[in-house]
């Protein structure tokens, strides 16, 4: 089973950056997708950056684009896909779930992923 474990969040002011991190092992392949969302207090969940074990194209919402990059590190039995957040704004307060796939392709709904961590808390101050 494919376990996803988040890591990372935490208080920061305006403009400033945090590095999520999300290590998920248990891969049946070696190929997959792990993608970031957020859900904000009293919003719906919503979906942040997507990346897949090809790199090809990774996904970015246009709210985070030119502020989030996420990027991937392959060990052994673990992947980790990092979310490196600059300019900070408080919108961006949310907790933040790392969620995985055993597939080869960017994804970007939920409904497409079968795994998911149990969320970092990510809060901007003014």
């Known amino acids: 089973e494919v376990q996803v474990v988040e890591s990372g969040g935490g208080l920061v002011q305006t403009g400033g950056s945090l590095r999520l991190s999300c290590a998920a092992?248990?891969?049946?392949?070696?190929?997959?997708?792990?993608?970031?969302?957020?859900?904000?207090?009293?919003?719906?969940?919503?979906?942040?950056?997507?990346?897949?074990?090809?790199?090809?194209?990774?996904?970015?919402?246009?709210?985070?684009?030119?502020?989030?990059?996420?990027?991937?590190?392959?060990?052994?039995?673990?992947?980790?896909?990092?979310?490196?957040?600059?300019s900070l704004k408080p919108e961006d307060t949310a907790v933040y779930y790392c969620a995985a796939a055993n597939i080869d392709r960017v994804l970007t709904a939920?409904?497409?992923y079968d795994y998911w961590g149990k969320g970092t808390l990510v809060t901007v101050s003014l």
Not at 42 to 69: C, L, M, Q
């Open 25 to 86: 092992s248990g891969f049946t392949f070696d190929y997959w997708a792990i993608g970031w969302f957020r859900q904000a207090p009293g919003k719906e969940r919503e979906s942040v950056s997507h990346i897949s074990s090809s790199r090809n194209s990774p996904y970015h919402a246009d709210s985070v684009k030119g502020r989030f990059t996420i990027s991937s590190d392959n060990a052994k039995d673990t992947v980790t896909v990092y979310l490196q957040m600059n």
């Open 110 to 112: 939920e409904y497409e």
